[in-house]
């Protein structure tokens, strides 16, 4: 065991044990103790196997920081146990190991396979055979990683939320500088949120809500996520504080990754906040005060210290002191190598670029402490837009300039926290690399990437950074650069010859912290449009889909009996989703006439008009009916997916031609049903006391009236080819008109009817569907309906200049209906080919007609072949078949049924 | 002809107007009372337990009338009470008078059946509110009477804040089943629930 007796900081309570297992082992821990504290305490040195070469890491910075300790807890990979606090009953297991950690099979990579596997090696080892890729691909995946998802699919699932949170200011960061920011605004009134990602509580400061053990993911254009357990609180701020303080970097030299090599934070947080002694005899490695003091700190708990080296020339304050502690602190040296097998039983010091036996010297230990300096955690910081520049002095990059309504303080910003004592030394700059050609120095410890790789991806051309960073993926692992980034830089500068402000630094970017995919996509939202006689639909087993936003029913189990059903008796189908426009004011007719090709002010009240919209340039976009309800007011319905950019145009034009019009989207308000067949007008008939007589109601007349007691606009209109009423009312009665118009027409054999039936019977009236019919192209000419563009009209109305140039062009293609008589129906979308076998059209839409007893379609055909018994070859897939055009509809072409 | 149509007050007596989430607060426990030719959730079980955490009721039934013109009172992020109506501005020429029982404006459109409403309450209400909306509701900066078009729930909608830890969620009517489960599924993980319309409701 290597607990040491009460610390003045200690963070455990030693009342209280807590029993967890590691690898099924039980382990005792106190509470407040990490998993790594504990694990350590009771002897564990090793807490992981790389990714690359399955070489042993201990604890290193026991800050969360670098990727030496990440474990799977209950299940869950990707926890780092040094900053996750025991909790009784946990089960704590090694990642990236077979069949153990302290026995990996894999580690053969490390021992004998280090010549074939360089930077790429995948790309240049297993580029041949290339089919064999896929095998090669899925060997090494299984190989890498850190850690096996979780197999059963409830065990990988669980529940995020999402927070959303206002506040003046984020203060990023639980340090002393960000504790002192975030009190300093609250004193002044504003609403302050202050986040931590420390394992340890953080003390309340009046005024502020504290997020502890959050970590700051990002800053997304003002919007910083912060992951928090269970909930990811997506926080706006007026101004943001960073506080993230300065991470201390490790040293490039042999075997640095050796378990017992660990930073000097890292050592004096084991011994000071868990009581925990990081070893018995060290070697102390520095190139600032700051790191020096761990030696102190170590002595202290009883550790011998068996040497200290400063890489600094000269001998500083912190160094007399440690002097007067009887600790001798030689200036000028480095390390250049740590031994050991599972473990640093030995480490090697020598002056700082000179090598040879003469000059080095070798010391037992079971603990080597390094401290390569600070850098300032900027990487959030960066992502703000903030810049930064090179400190020559520090050796580092620091911020220099800052976005407005962003502040650094503490150590991001340069102060230097801790060290305030107001004799602190520069730091010294150490050498890029020490020791090589003694072993493995590792630049990056998550992805295993040594000084000699990113020599080698100079040397094979990676000469920037950023290219470096992609070949080697030094920074891309777990750490995200907090450890490797600079000593990247400092190698790439060495082999480069460069400057390090001229080799720069990699880009930040989100995540700054390993986060599970499950936070990033949160509780999913599917909004989904559902009409008021949706439960209707349901009970009455309709096959329900997505059209558009709105949840609808295709069909109810009989799309072909469902047609018929409208030509032999009556079909009732829900149309609630058409887009509805209330017009209204003194200019309405007016507006409309700007807005469609023809004419709507000339139409009288309790009358109809079918109308296209089409865009500047003449095309179609969307189509519906319009029913004049009185002098000023207009009923405008439009296609169920165009609903809501038809109100966007309207509106848009509106704001600029500023005319007296007045515009409701009533498109949700409103429940529509349409009642068609040969039987409709009886049945509507036993509800209302309107005169539903042919003389009476008329084709395309709308008459306000009340049906089964609800109050309805209804509109004697067709899509489907028979006598039809489209019947509006609100939305509230939904049901109850449906359930009324189908108890009414039980007797006359009445059925519901979905989308799909609708299609079979529009298409037999040769109606277009806006968007399936026609595209981006399509235009009223060549859709059959130039009819519908009114030249003539006084006004100037959109698309005229275009349509005035179609109007006198034969379009290239134009639409026409077609027939096969073989039973066969080409798929939407099929080619039509020219008398030379050229794609020149294309078919829309295909169904067999149940009343036809025949396949009927429609498509864009060449103009020369848009007339009645032409002969046109459809390409599906490889498979041609003849048909033959029709112009006109291919039931009741004259209307004389739908005017009946 | 006439625009009667538009408004559900109008059906005889054999027509109850029902609230597009009525199916899911059947399926929550709820009874009903038909009041003014409603079938309003009064009631569901174990309402009171949550009523120290978060509580939404469905008030659909609600009267809204939209009223457009140059003379539109009001300002722009506020609503303004009158009587026992609030007038809610959208834009300069255009605000929603939601709720009171006096007579409907000339000019005015019925447009109750355009949006469901949900009233969310009590003292986890905001919280509830920022599990789907971001729209900054903080007491300093929305206090009563404040009202915030925007997106709730991704979903273009209102909210009106009647009283301190009260809001009304005015949303499409065809998405009510939608957004009382996104409603329903964050005020359950902060242990609220539904609670049924009060018969002082504004309707």
């Known amino acids: 065991m290597s607990r040491l007796p009460n610390q003045p900081r200690e963070l455990i309570n030693r009342d209280n044990v807590i029993r967890f297992t590691f690898d099924g082992k039980p382990v005792e821990a106190y509470e407040g103790d990490t998993i790594g504290s504990a694990l350590f305490a009771a002897g564990r040195r090793t807490f992981s196997r790389s990714f690359k070469y399955h070489r042993r890491r201990g604890l290193l910075c026991c800050a969360g920081q670098c990727p030496n300790c990440i474990v799977a807890v209950d299940g869950a990979p990707g926890t780092r146990a040094c900053t996750e606090p025991v909790r009784e009953g946990m089960k704590v297991e090694h990642l990236n190991a077979q069949p153990g950690l302290d026995l990996d099979v894999m580690r053969a990579t490390d021992l004998v396979g280090t010549k074939f596997t360089p930077p790429g090696f995948y790309y240049k080892t297993f580029i041949r055979p290339r089919k064999l890729w896929p095998v090669y691909e899925k060997v090494l995946r299984h190989a890498a990683g850190l850690g096996v998802l979780r197999k059963e699919q409830p065990d990988r699932e669980w529940r995020t939320e999402y927070r959303r949170r206002h506040a003046d200011v984020l203060v990023i960061g639980g340090g002393a500088a960000g504790r002192r920011a975030a009190a300093a605004a609250a004193e002044q009134g504003d609403d302050v949120v202050l986040v931590d990602e420390g394992p340890f509580p953080i003390d309340a400061i009046p005024g502020v809500e504290i997020l502890a053990r959050a970590s700051a993911l990002g800053f997304f254009d003002g919007i910083v996520p912060v992951w928090q357990g269970d909930t990811l609180h997506q926080i706006r701020a007026r101004r943001h504080v960073f506080a993230t303080g300065a991470i201390e970097q490790p040293l490039v030299f042999a075997g640095n990754d050796l378990p017992g090599v660990m930073l000097s934070g890292g050592a004096v947080r084991l011994t000071q906040l868990y009581a925990v002694r990081p070893g018995t005899r060290a070697v102390v490695v520095a190139t600032s005060d700051r790191g020096l003091v761990a030696a102190a700190t170590l002595q202290d708990a009883g550790v011998a210290i068996a040497a200290v080296a400063d890489v600094r020339e000269s001998l500083s304050a912190a160094a007399r002191r440690l002097s007067e502690r009887g600790i001798e602190v030689t200036p000028g040296h480095t390390i250049l190598e740590a031994k050991g097998g599972k473990a640093v039983d030995s480490a090697v010091l020598g002056p700082v670029g000179v090598s040879g036996a003469s000059v080095e010297k070798t010391f037992d230990c079971d603990l080597v402490v390094v401290s390569g300096g600070f850098v300032p955690a900027m990487s959030l910081l960066l992502q703000t837009g903030a810049q930064t520049r090179y400190d020559p002095a520090r050796g580092c990059f620091v911020v220099d300039k800052l976005p407005p309504g962003v502040t650094a303080v503490g150590d991001v910003a340069g102060v230097d926290e801790d060290g305030a004592d107001g004799d602190s030394a520069a730091a010294a700059i150490p050498p890029p690399v020490s020791g090589a050609g003694r072993g493995k120095c590792f630049a990056c410890l998550c992805e295993d990437v040594t000084a000699k790789d990113i020599k080698l991806s100079v040397e094979e051309g990676y000469d920037s950074i950023e290219l470096s960073k992609r070949y080697t993926t030094v920074t891309m692992g777990p750490c995200q650069g907090r450890m490797c980034q600079l000593p990247a830089i400092r190698l790439m500068a060495k082999e480069t010859g460069q400057l390090l402000e001229e080799v720069g630094t990699t880009t930040a970017r989100p995540p700054w912290v390993s986060v599970p995919m499950g936070v990033l996509a949160g509780r999913p939202f599917e909004p989904a449009k559902r009409s008021s006689i949706h439960g209707r639909h349901r009970e009455l087993g309709g096959n329900i889909k997505w059209a558009g936003d709105w949840r609808r029913a295709y069909d109810y189990g009989d799309p072909q009996g469902e047609a018929l059903a409208v030509h032999e008796a009556a079909g009732l189908i829900d149309v609630s989703t058409l887009g509805k426009l209330l017009v209204r004011g003194a200019d309405a007719g007016e507006f409309l006439n700007r807005l469609y090709p023809n004419r709507f002010s000339d139409l009288r009240p309790g009358r109809i008009r079918y109308g296209v919209i089409s865009s500047d340039a003449g095309r179609i976009v969307d189509d519906g009916t319009i029913c004049r309800i009185d002098d000023e007011t207009f009923y405008v319905t439009t296609t169920s997916s165009g609903a809501g950019a038809v109100e966007e145009w309207f509106s848009w034009w509106l704001a600029d031609w500023r005319l007296r019009v007045r515009l409701t989207d009533l498109t949700q308000g409103l429940s529509a049903v349409n009642l068609a067949g040969p039987r409709a007008r009886q049945i509507l008939s036993t509800l209302t006391d309107l005169d539903c007589s042919p003389e009476a109601f008329k084709y395309l007349d709308g008459k306000h009236a009340k049906v089964a007691g609800v109050e309805c606009l209804i509109l004697r209109i067709g899509f489907v080819g028979e006598v039809g009423y489209e019947i509006h009312f609100a939305a509230a009665h939904g049901e109850h008109v449906w359930d009324a118009l189908m108890e009414a027409g039980r007797d006359h054999g009445v059925r519901p009817f979905g989308l799909e039936p609708q299609r079979i019977l529009r298409l037999q009236k040769m109606h277009i569907l806006v968007g399936q019919d026609t595209d981006s192209e399509s235009t009223p000419f060549g859709a059959a309906m130039p009819w519908i563009v009114k030249l003539d009209k006084e006004e100037d109305f959109i698309g005229k200049w275009a349509l005035e140039h179609y109007a006198i062009e034969e379009p290239a293609t134009r639409l026409v209906g077609f027939t096969l008589g073989n039973g066969y129906v080409p798929t939407e979308g099929s080619v039509i080919l020219d008398g030379l076998g050229v794609p020149a059209g294309q078919v829309t839409s295909a169904r067999f007609s149940p009343v036809l007893d025949r396949v009927i379609g429609m498509a864009w055909v060449p103009s020369p072949l848009a007339r009645d018994g032409s002969q046109i070859t459809i390409s599906d897939e490889g498979r041609t078949t003849e048909a033959q055009i029709q112009t006109k509809p291919f039931y009741d072409p004259e209307g004389e049924v739908l005017r009946s | ?203």
């Open chain 2, 1 to 203: 002809m006439s625009i009667a149509f538009l408004s559900p007050a109008t059906a005889g007596d054999t027509a109850v107007a029902r609230s597009p989430m009525e199916r899911t607060a059947k399926a929550a426990g709820a009874r009903f009372e038909n009041r003014d030719g409603w079938n309003v959730a009064v009631e569901y079980p174990g309402e009171d337990r949550v009523r120290e955490t978060v509580g939404f009721t469905d008030v659909s039934h609600l009267r809204k009338l939209e009223i457009q013109g140059d003379e539109v009172p009001g300002e722009l992020g506020e609503a303004k009470r009158e009587g026992d109506a609030w007038i809610c501005q959208l834009t300069p020429t255009r605000s929603l008078l939601l709720g009171g029982v006096h007579a409907v404006p000339p000019d005015a459109v019925d447009v109750t059946t355009c949006f469901a409403a949900l009233t969310i309450f009590g003292p986890l209400a905001r919280e509830v509110i920022a599990r789907f909306c971001a729209l900054d509701l903080r007491p300093q900066v929305a206090p009563p009477g404040s009202f915030r078009p925007g997106s709730i729930a991704r979903q273009p909608g209102m909210i009106l804040v009647q009283d301190t830890d009260r809001f009304l969620l005015l949303f499409g009517w065809a998405v009510g089943e939608y957004m009382w489960s996104v409603v329903d599924d964050a005020a359950r993980s902060l242990d609220g629930g539904p609670v049924g319309s009060p018969p002082t409701e504004n309707q």
